[in-house]
């Protein structure tokens, strides 16, 4: 099937790195772009960084200088390495990505948990 699959979440403790991955199965990520979104307790979702089709990549106010998204097109895998986490950094964390060639096309990740607790 076609679909995004997320891994890497799990329990991490204040101040500690963690990395996903958000990995497609049945299609390839050349000319998608990406972003990462999360939804924390209580709270909407909220688009924390986008990756362009070539790599540029952009980051929400709340991780800017925290967060970095490599994407590795021939591994057909985005990842998100976020550093320093904090207790709000707790959220569930949904990949997307869309094809830049044919709009209509695009795919979420299944959500992948991530608690920051000492």
């Known amino acids: 099937q076609l679909q995004l699959v997320e891994a890497g979440g799990g329990l991490v403790q204040p101040g500690g790195s963690l990395r996903l991955s958000c990995a497609a199965s049945g299609f390839t990520l050349d000319y998608y772009a990406i972003g990462w979104f999360r939804q924390g307790p209580g709270k909407q979702r909220e688009l924390v960084a986008t990756i362009t089709s070539d790599g540029n990549t952009n980051y929400a106010g709340s991780v800017k200088g925290r967060l970095t998204s490599p994407r590795d097109n021939a591994k057909k895998t985005v990842y998100l390495q976020i550093d320093s986490l904090k207790p709000e950094d707790t959220a569930v964390y949904y990949c997307?990505?869309?094809?830049?060639?044919?709009?209509?096309?695009?795919?979420w990740g299944q959500g992948i948990q991530v608690t920051v607790s000492s």
């Open positions: 997307y990505a869309r094809s830049q060639v044919v709009r209509t096309l695009d795919y």
